[in-house]
């Protein structure tokens, strides 16, 4: 009876030596090859690359790793609830525009995403062990422990938004203050004169802009009492926030929502409840994300512009990692996107 419990020997992996061989090259040619440096004939490097494809060598990159001290990986740290990662299109967008930026210039992105303390002391933690080359930081909070333990390694890195207590590290955002402010303004010149805000992201830069923009467009007729704060941008803050402004005052009509993923809860309240929009009640909201399409009907709202964004975050810690200046500050523009929920 044959012997079944003994293991298949793991195939050789193919070495450095084993490409010199078949290419007929010294060692010293073949890492130049790798390493992609300028002094090597032509003849030879192709005589390399056939003899990696023949041989089926793969570069092992822990080992170069060691020798550069580069791991040619960058962290996109999202301060998010797990759920909430799944729902914002923006989220997503500017995923997809750090990812290709990152990806042309041969990085891995690796995406860490913090839902507790713990998470975010796990994540300082993984930082200061070196294993990636630079961070790009969604969501950020003031006092958070990641912002402090990137300042402390001077790790090349981009924030996108800007907590009040690290200025002297790159960002990349937009002006939430004005565009919060012109959009508010527009809401107003249709008519309205009880105009509400559900506000969300107070822990934030982006959260406390929009309320302050929102403020600034009412001037003298700011009342706190129409203002409903919520924890996240998201559709249950927006149902959250529209049944307490409701029970405040009912004669509510405008609504400014702090994204479009609540004002889509907000607007299925106010169905519920029997307000027509935007006969009864204009509404309008911030980032122009699919989930303004999927209202009905579509919302008005603020774009902007989140794969643009991760794109020069991106950049901005490419930039570092080579050794290049980059401004401290890069700000994006925003456009009114004007449909017929107000």
């Not at 050794?323 to 890069?330: I, K, L, P, T, Y």
């Amino acid at each position: 009876m044959a012997d079944v419990s003994r293991k298949t020997p793991a195939p050789r992996r193919a070495t450095i030596f084993d490409v010199a061989a078949v290419a007929g090259v010294s060692r010293g040619t073949v890492s130049r090859v790798l390493n992609g440096e300028r002094y090597v004939s032509g003849r030879s490097r192709e005589a390399v690359e056939a003899a990696i494809a023949q041989v089926g060598y793969v570069r092992n990159a822990a080992a170069r790793n060691l020798v550069t001290r580069q791991s040619r990986a960058v962290a996109l740290i999202v301060h998010e609830p797990h759920s909430l990662v799944l729902e914002d299109p923006n989220i997503g967008n500017i995923l997809l525009g750090t990812n290709a930026v990152l990806s042309l210039a041969d990085y891995q992105m690796v995406t860490l995403i913090l839902d507790s303390q713990r998470d975010s002391d796990r994540v300082a933690e993984y930082l200061r062990g070196g294993f990636v080359d630079g961070a790009i930081i969604l969501s950020a909070r003031a006092g958070d422990p990641i912002a402090a333990a990137v300042a402390q390694l001077e790790l090349p890195s981009s924030f996108v938004g800007h907590p009040r207590d690290i200025p002297e590290l790159p960002y990349v955002g937009i002006d939430n203050v004005g565009a919060a402010r012109q959009i508010t303004e527009r809401l107003i010149a249709t008519g309205r004169s009880r105009v509400a805000m559900i506000a969300s992201g107070l822990d934030r830069d982006s959260g406390q802009d929009r309320l302050a923009g929102f403020a600034q467009a009412l001037g003298t007729r700011f009342d706190p009492e129409l203002v409903a704060r919520q924890s996240l941008y998201s559709y249950g803050a927006g149902r959250e926030g529209m049944i307490e402004l409701l029970e405040r005052r009912a004669d509510i009509d405008g609504v400014f929502a702090a994204s479009d993923a609540i004002a889509a809860g907000a607007m299925d309240v106010l169905r519920e409840a029997g307000r027509r929009i935007p006969d009864d009640v204009g509404i309008v909201g911030f980032d122009d994300s699919s989930w303004a399409l999927r209202c009905t009907p579509r919302l008005s709202t603020v774009r902007q512009p989140a794969e643009a964004l991760g794109r020069r975050a991106a950049e901005q810690v490419l930039s570092q990692i080579a050794g290049d200046e980059v401004s401290a500050r890069q700000m994006l523009e925003t456009e009114i996107i004007w449909r017929e929920s107000a």
